[in-house]
Nanobody, 125 residues
Framework: QVQLVESGGGLVQAGGSLRLSCGAS????????MAWFRQAPGLEREFVAA????????AYADSVKGRFTISRDNAKNTVYLQMNSLKPEDTAVYYC??????????????????WGQGTQVTVSS
């Protein structure tokens, strides 16, 4: 069983950048499709980005495509989300997620096996 812990969130101005990290324990992320989701107050949790087990495939929400980049370092058992050109509408709690299934299309919340506790990202205007 995998435990996921996010870090790197914080308060930034619009146009700024943050890099989120997700460290795993109790299992190796090389066995999982890894993903990032986010949830703003009053809204449902939504997909942001995902990467296949091998790192050869990625998927992004249209709202972040070209601005966010997901990566993984299996040797460090860590997944990252580089966020550039941040906008106020990016403000949310960001969650790391693991899915035992191979990456086909876009992950959904119902398909996630393990969730991190989340890290707050706030973008001021």
């Amino acid at each position: 069983q995998v435990q996921l812990v996010e870090s790197g969130g914080g308060l930034v101005q619009a146009g700024g950048s943050l890099r989120l990290s997700c460290g795993a324990s109790g299992g190796t992320i090389s066995r999982y499709t890894m993903a990032w989701f986010r949830q703003a107050p009053g809204l449902e949790r939504e997909f942001v980005a995902a990467m296949s087990r091998s790192g050869g495939k990625t998927a992004y929400a249209d709202s972040v495509k070209g601005r966010f980049t997901i990566s993984r370092d299996n040797a460090k058992n860590t997944v990252y989300l580089q966020m550039n050109s941040l906008k106020p509408e990016d403000t949310a709690v960001y969650y790391c997620a693991a899915d035992i299934r191979i990456l086909i299309g876009t992950p959904t919340t119902r398909g996630i096996d393990y969730w991190g506790q989340g890290t707050q990202v706030t973008v001021s205007s």
